[in-house]
């Protein structure tokens, strides 16, 4: 009677050990896996998309007067909310005015970050195309203060990056959104996509210039970038059968 004892108890006792050296080696393999996952997407190369959702004076009364339906593309927004697009789009303080719905909704999805573009678009520094031009620091803090307020009010997020309208600045310019806790987000890719209706050259630009950390700007579409939501389709799926990653800011 003792000695089946002993051989139930060593039975089972070998039956412990396996199922302990199972469960190690298991959780062996899946932080193997975990660990090149991550390996994986260290190497990945790593592309920023950005879109600038413009607004100044002359836009909003095209639309009041009705000669314009809007100045984004509906599309576009909901492909990059239905297929997870990290993204950044730089929203003038006007443009949230015209559209908080939008923003609001747009702000809902983890996967897009808003950044602020100014109150009504104008040039920092001249030229710079048609804008209107401000010339004091005092000027310039507003029109970014006064969207960063907007912006907030709509989303419960402050804002942590601005860019130039036009991409006109100087260091100073710089040095005012960095005082007011702005990161300036101006330099990148530029993809052509403004007044501009053809969409492959939008691509080609963008292709032909892409690299790992690129940001590439681009504007929400509407009238004045009619093209780039049949392009921004095909350069997402271009970039990501060459490995590319996207990431907001």
């Keep these: 009677m003792i000695r089946n004892r002993k051989i139930i108890f060593a039975v089972i006792l070998a039956i412990l050990i396996c199922i302990v050296f199972y469960i190690l080696h298991t959780k062996k393999v899946e932080s193997d896996a975990e660990s090149k996952a991550e390996i994986q997407v260290s190497k990945s190369k790593v592309v920023y998309l950005t879109f600038d959702a413009d607004m100044t004076p002359f836009m909003k009364k095209k639309l009041d007067e009705k000669k314009v339906s809007d100045y984004y593309s509906k599309d576009l927004v909901n492909y990059l909310e239905s297929e997870k697009i990290p993204s950044t789009i730089f929203v003038t303080g006007m443009f949230a005015e015209v559209y908080p719905d939008l923003i609001r909704e747009i702000a809902k999805y983890p996967d897009i970050e808003i950044a602020n573009h100014s109150y009504d678009h104008p040039g920092f520094e001249s030229p710079c195309y048609k804008l209107k031009i401000i010339n004091t620091d005092e000027d310039k803090i507003e029109e970014m203060q006064k969207t960063q307020r907007i912006l907030t009010a709509l989303t419960g997020v402050v804002p942590k990056y601005f860019r130039h309208p036009g991409l006109c600045h100087n260091q100073q310019d710089d040095l005012l959104a960095q005082k007011i806790g702005l990161t300036v987000s101006d330099a990148g890719?530029?993809?052509?996509?403004?007044?501009?209706?053809?969409?492959?050259?939008?691509?080609?630009?963008?292709?032909?210039g892409v690299h790992d950390k690129s940001v590439i700007i681009m504007h929400l579409g509407g009238p004045n970038a009619p093209a780039t939501y049949v392009a921004i389709e095909e350069i997402v799926t271009k970039l990501k059968k060459e490995g590319y990653v996207f990431r907001v800011l």
Excluded: E, P, R, Y
């Design 189 to 208: 890719l530029t993809s052509g996509d403004s007044f501009n209706k053809n969409s492959k050259g939008i691509v080609k630009a963008v292709l032909s």
